[in-house]
């Protein structure tokens, strides 16, 4: 009897899932595509320099790539592509009100106890007059990350960041918070 139950439940959670997926646009999927891609692109990146050059380095190599990769993916994709957040590192990572109320949401699907790795959002909106597809998906803080994002980051990469970044709002996070989002647009032809 209980298989039988467990086995009706899992059947009513892929028919949703299912359900899901076929409402999602092919925008929606293009948009995690240049998601994964940016993560794909960076995150290896920085563990390697991580670990060659210790975090001092890994700072500047950070500065140095994030913005590049943000643009390659600019011009490669026809998306507008950059990271945000409601406590910003770099200048460019200000949200506008919609990115910030989006951000909100997000910290408040976390606090309710979604999952943080899957916390997206897409919407056609009114940019300017003109029709646009937005897409964010939350990128949430792991452990790595906590040494230039965390409550105890050492001393010396203080003192690189306060260099790159004399605004920086970006430490304090604990391990699982929201960390920021990818952010995307592109005019809806
Ligand atoms: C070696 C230090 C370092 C580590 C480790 C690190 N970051 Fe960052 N992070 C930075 C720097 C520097 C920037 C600013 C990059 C730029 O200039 O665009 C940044 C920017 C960001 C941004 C863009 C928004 C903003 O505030 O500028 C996000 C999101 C982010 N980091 C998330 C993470 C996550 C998630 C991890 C762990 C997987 C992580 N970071 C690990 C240094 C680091």
Redesign the pocket.
């Known amino acids: 009897m209980k298989k039988l139950i467990i086995a009706v439940v899992l059947g009513a959670v892929s028919l949703s899932a299912a359900a899901q997926d076929n409402s999602i646009s092919e925008k929606q999927l293009e948009a995690r595509q240049i998601a994964k891609q940016f993560l794909g692109s960076l ?1 290896p990146e ?1 563990g390697k ?2 670990k060659s050059g210790g ?1 001092v380095f ?2 500047g ?3 140095k790539i ?2 590049e990769i ?1 643009q390659k993916l600019t011009e490669s994709t026809g998306w507008n592509v950059k ?3 409601l ?4 200048t ?2 200000n949200p506008d009100n919609w990115e910030t109320s989006t951000l909100k949401w997000f910290n408040e699907q976390a606090a309710s106890g979604k999952d943080v790795t899957k916390l997206e959002k897409f919407e056609i909106v009114k940019v300017d007059g003109q029709d646009t597809y937005r897409y964010m998906k939350a ?4 452990d ?2 906590l ?3 965390g409550t105890a980051v050492p001393a010396n ?1 203080t003192q690189k ?1 306060q260099e ?2 004399p605004s920086d ?2 430490t304090g996070y604990h391990k699982g918070e929201i ?3 990818f952010s995307f647009k592109q005019p809806k032809l």
């Open positions: 995150k920085l320099a991580m975090p890994a700072v190599k950070c500065h994030s913005p943000a990271r945000v957040s406590k910003p590192r770099a460019t990572a990128i949430p803080t792991g790595i990350c040494t230039c994002h990469v960041l790159l970044y709002k970006a960390r920021g989002a």
